[in-house]
C-alpha cells in the first residue's frame, strides 16, 4: 500500500508531489462516499479526533467535522475563546490534558506560525494544520488545487495568478508550494506593499495590474484583504483597493477565453470579487468547498493509517 511521506500534515512545504498525487487519488473515492444516499463509512471507528481552534473558523472547523464523522471518528471540539487558556494554561499542558483522555489526532489552528511544529514534536498524536497565523494552510491549498484538477483536468502547465493579499496570507504561501509542486506556472498580484520582496525567490511572477494578470492566466483565486491582521495602512482606502484589483464581471467578458474564478472564503462581496462573478458559471468556490470535505477525509484516513494502534 502506499503510504505519505510524512506522520504529519504540518505545511505543504514538507510533502512531496507524490503525497499530493496520493491525498487526491484518495479524496476521489471519498467524493464518491460523500455523494451516496448513505455518506459515511466505518473505516476509523476506533480513532478519536480533536479539533482545537485557537482562532476563528467557519469553513475548515465545519468541513473537519464533517469529514472525521463521515469516517465514523470520534470528535471532540474546542475552542480557545471558552476554554482553560483564558486563565493561562500553555498549549503543550492544553493538549496534553486532552491527550491524558486517549486523543489520537489534533486538528489545530493557530494564530502562532509554526505551533503545529511546536506541538508536533512535543506530544504523541497526529497533527494536522488548519491554518498557522499568516504560514500556511495546507487543507486549503490541496482542495484549492483538487478543485482546479477537477474544472481543468491537471494541473501541469496551467497558469494560476493569486490575486491580493499575498503578504498576511497563509492560504496564499501554501498555494504557491502546492502549485509548483504539481508543475503549474503561479503569478502573484495586488498592491507592492501586500506583497512580500521575498516572493520572487519562490519561483513566481510579480504582477501589479489585474487586467494583465487576468490576460495571462487559466484561473484566478481571489484573496480576501485581511485587515485584522494589518497593523499599519497598506493602501488608502477599500474602495480605492477596489477599484484596481475587485474582479467584476465585465472585466471577464472582455477577455478572449474563459478563465475559472475562485476563492477560499470568506468572501468579501464587492470588495475583492463582485457578486455576479461569485455566483457566475467561471466561479468554483462552492465546488471548493464541497472538495475540502473529500480532501479533508483523505488526508485524515492517511494520517490514522501511520497511527500505531498496537
Ligand atoms: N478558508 C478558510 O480557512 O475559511 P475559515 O477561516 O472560515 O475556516
Redesign the pocket.
Known sequence: MRDLSVDHLLGIKQITAADIQLIFETADSFKQVINRPIKKVPTLRDITIANMFF???????L?FELAEKRLSADVVNFSAASSSVKKGETLVDTVNNILAMKVDMVVM?HPNPGAHVFLAKHIDAKIVN??DGTHE?PT?ALLDSFSIRERLGGLEGKKVVIVGDIKHSR?ALSNIYALKKQGAEVMVCGPTTLIPKYIAELGVKVEHNLKKALQWCDVANMLRIQLERQEIKYFPSIREYTMQYGLTKPMLDNLDKEIVVMH???INRGVEITSEVADSGHSIILDQVENGVAVRMAVIYLLAGKINRG
Open positions: 482562532e476563528n473558523s467557519t469553513r475548515t472547523r468541513s489552528r488548519a491554518g494552510h486549503q492560504v477560499p472564503g470568506p
